[in-house]
Nanobody, 115 residues
Framework: QVQLVESGGGLVQPGGSLRLSCVAS????????MAWYRQAPGKQREPVAD???????GYVWSVKGRFTISRDNAKNTVYLELNNLKPEDTAVYYC?????????WGQGTQVTVSS
């Protein structure tokens, strides 16, 4: 079974940038359509970006133009570059397949945007 490990979060000022990584420490995700999700305090987890196994990407409107999802199949890793961060981007960020009910969630990585 696939095991996902997220990293790269932190505390950043508004307008700042971060690069998140998600590596499959067990299992192969190179042929899976993957996505990044986030869960803000008191809110439900929501998808923010997805990428097909072939590299086609999609974004929710609130992050379009600011976030970039990418993948390196040779490294079994998916990335999320976050630019021009806003306080409302504060959340725990997770990666998973686009069918998250089929794969266990990782621990996530905390992103806090605050001055």
């Amino acid at each position: 079974q696939v095991q996902l490990v997220e990293s790269g979060g932190g505390l950043v000022q508004p307008g700042g940038s971060l690069r998140l990584s998600c590596v499959a420490s067990r299992g192969d995700i190179s042929r899976r359509d993957m996505a990044w999700y986030r869960q803000a305090p008191g809110k439900q987890r929501e998808p923010v970006a997805d990428i097909s196994s072939a590299g086609t990407t999609g974004y929710v409107w609130s992050v379009k133009g600011r976030f970039t999802i990418s993948r390196d199949n040779a490294k079994n890793t998916v990335y999320l570059e976050l630019n021009n961060l806003k306080p409302e981007d504060t959340a725990v960020y997770y990666c998973n397949t686009v069918r998250p009910w089929t794969t266990p969630w990782g621990q996530g990585t905390q992103v806090t945007v605050s001055s």
